[in-house]
């Protein structure tokens, strides 16, 4: 049972735009949430995190949007550029911090 | 380069053989991960060394597969009689203690069982 889920495979959208990736999450026990960015031969690169005593985090273009009670995390990427396209995944950790589970990831391209 | 380095890149081999691959940490990193990517999924935590020592092995699928890092640095894992269901992408990660946010991957050995 996926304890992490995307359930986007892909997205598609204009450059200049905003980019709104979803995660949904089952586990209540997770407290750290994390956006990796994967370009293709690359391992993954880590873009943004959120503790759950936060509801957002701002990092420059990238903001990460938390809501417990529904289980369910956001990346926003505001404005989108082309070098933004890769695959993204959700992970989440909880006493294990150590343990990261991962989503299946969305791949995000963005239009010129 | 400082980045976690991953040998061999690429690596076919058939059905019953044995396989090791490589990881070199970043220097200084104790903490190191073994991950393993299957096509149109996340990556999936195989195991966790603190040091030279496994601290959770919890996530190797079965006895086929093991893992080694004897000085600290440098990790082997190992897959004994492969199957074609241990194709994916194997990656590595390395922190410089137990650190979510911190880890930081290797560009990942694709295995192809044949």
């Known amino acids: 049972d996926q304890q992490v889920k995307q359930n986007s495979p892909s997205l598609s959208v204009q450059e200049g735009r905003i980019s709104i990736l979803n995660c949904d999450y089952t586990?209540?026990?997770?407290?750290?949430f994390l956006w990796y960015k994967k370009y293709p031969a690359e391992g993954p690169t880590f873009l943004i995190s959120?503790?759950?005593?936060?509801d957002k985090n701002e990092d420059g273009r990238f903001t990460v949007f938390l809501n417990k009670s529904a289980k369910h995390l956001s990346l926003h990427i505001v404005p989108s550029q082309p070098g933004d396209s890769a695959v993204y995944f959700c992970?989440?950790?909880?006493?294990?911090?150590?343990?990261?589970?991962f989503g299946s990831g969305t791949r995000l391209l963005v239009r010129p | 380069g400082a980045g976690v380095s991953q040998t061999p890149s690429n690596k076919v081999t058939e059905k019953g053989k044995y396989v090791e691959l490589r990881c070199d940490p970043i220097?200084?990193?104790?903490?190191l991960y073994w991950y393993r990517q299957s096509l149109g999924q996340g990556p999936e935590f195989l195991i966790y060394f603190q040091g030279t020592g496994a601290a959770d092995d919890s996530g190797l699928p079965n006895d086929r597969f093991f893992a080694v890092r004897p000085e600290g640095s440098v990790s082997t894992l190992k897959i004994q009689r492969t199957e074609r269901g241990d194709s994916a992408v194997y990656l590595c990660?390395?922190?410089?203690?137990?650190?979510?946010?911190?880890?930081?991957f290797g560009p990942g050995t694709r295995l192809t069982v044949l």
């Open positions: 220097s200084g990193h104790t903490a």
């Open positions: 990660a390395s922190s410089i203690g137990q650190g979510f946010g911190g880890q930081f």
């Open positions: 959120i503790s759950s005593i936060k």
């Open positions: 586990n209540s026990m997770f407290d750290y």
């Open positions: 992970a989440a950790t909880g006493d294990s911090s150590y343990k990261l589970i």
